[in-house]
């Protein structure tokens, strides 16, 4: 069973840094892309930030470029996201996801999300 | 870059009845790379529908999905209680970003 495990949410001030994790298990990690989505309070589903199996490139909204990195460690099959500069536009509850295929060249549909982790940017 | 807009924003019913959402692109769809999500607060959304009308793993029938090209709709045919949520439209394909709509609630009428 695909299970996706995120942490490292909080309330962290504006301007500072925070860092998630996402905890895969069930699958072969290394062989998927895998993506950030984000829900800000009361809206819908946004896309953050998503890089292929091997980690080897990056992709941003422009919301976050420039601020927020995304990269894994597929000995420890493990998806983070380093977010900077942090603003208060960026609280929202976070999720990690799994591309539904491999090795086909193309950003699929997501076919296991995690139940998220909360970011909560104050000043 | 594709933006969808989904209608209605509220869908009030009541169980047993007919659900018809609706999902709508800026621009055609690539080969129909179009999926649908179900999400409920506090869970992880779920997926339904990809490739348009190709249900996922271990959802019911009730659940279906059609269209092509700008214009693509989620039918669920006899709504249980279990399906009053918010249910989203996301597009993919060989290039990013993904796109989401904005979602589509069904309450209880």
């Known amino acids: 069973e695909v299970q996706l495990l995120e942490s490292g949410g909080g309330l962290v001030q504006t301007g500072k840094s925070l860092r998630l994790s996402c905890a895969a298990s069930?699958?072969?990690?290394?062989?998927?892309?895998m993506t950030w989505v984000r829900q800000a309070p009361g809206k819908g589903l946004e896309w953050v930030s998503s890089?292929?199996?091997?980690?080897?490139?990056?992709y941003y909204a422009d919301s976050v470029k420039g601020r927020f990195t995304i990269s894994r460690d597929n000995s420890k099959n493990t998806l983070y996201l380093q977010m900077n500069s942090l603003r208060a536009d960026d609280t929202a509850i976070y999720y990690c996801?799994?591309?539904?295929?491999?090795?086909?060249?193309?950003?699929?549909?997501?076919?296991?999300w995690g139940q998220g982790t909360l970011v909560t940017v104050s000043s | 870059e594709i933006v969808l807009t989904q209608s209605p924003g509220t869908l009030s019913l009541s169980p047993g009845e007919r659900a018809t959402l609706s999902c709508r692109a800026s621009?055609?769809?690539?080969?129909?790379?179009l999926a649908w999500y179900q999400h409920k607060p506090g869970q992880a959304p779920r997926l339904l529908i990809y490739?348009?009308?190709s249900r996922a793993t271990d959802i019911p029938d009730r659940f279906s999905g059609s269209g092509s090209g700008t214009d693509f709709t989620l039918t669920i045919s006899r709504l249980e209680p279990e399906d009053f949520a918010v249910y989203y439209c996301?597009?993919?394909?060989?290039?990013?970003?993904?796109?989401f709509g904005q979602g589509t609630k069904v309450e209880i009428k």
């Open positions: 621009q055609s769809v690539s080969s129909n790379y």
């Open positions: 996801a799994k591309d539904a295929q491999n090795d086909n060249g193309m950003w699929d549909w997501f076919d296991s």
């Open positions: 069930g699958f072969t990690f290394w062989r998927f892309a």
């Open positions: 490739d348009a009308s």
């Open positions: 890089t292929g199996g091997d980690g080897g490139d990056a």
């Open positions: 996301q597009q993919y394909g060989r290039s990013l970003p993904f796109a």
